[in-house]
């Protein structure tokens, strides 16, 4: 999945909906959260709540020239702030959680977010 250097996210309506929805299922067993991804089409620090992203202005000009980073998302359990790659993005590889409190790990797929798996 490709998603374009703008602010917003193909198939979105301009970055409307800042509020995610979230749904824990089987909490303590292994459950997943799901939840889609708003879009921020704008950065405003204030709005980043849990679940929202924000695509980069330099999307893919820093960080790994084989991952670089892409966006900046706030985690859909604790609302932690961190970068993502363009992997993660892509739902390659998992994204996991920076604060020192909260485990989650998910991916994104399709503009939603699917908990990873306990192997």
């Excluded at 485990?103 to 399709?110: E, M």
Aim: with cysteine; glycine share 10%; hydrophobic share 35%.
């Amino acid at each position: 999945m490709t998603w374009p250097k703008s602010r917003s996210f193909a198939n979105c309506d301009s970055g409307v909906g800042l509020h995610e929805f979230v749904q824990r299922r089987n909490p303590g067993t292994g459950g997943h959260v799901i939840g889609e991804l708003s879009i921020l089409s704008e950065w405003i620090p204030e709005q980043m709540e849990p679940g929202t992203i924000f695509v980069l202005e330099n999307a893919g000009d820093v960080g790994d020239k084989d991952d670089p980073y892409w966006a900046v998302l706030s985690c859909p359990s604790c609302g932690q702030l961190g970068l993502v790659t363009r992997k993660q993005v892509a739902g390659l590889i998992p994204v996991i959680c920076g604060s020192d409190k909260c485990p989650a790990q998910f991916f994104i797929r399709d503009q939603q977010i699917e908990m990873r798996k306990a192997s």
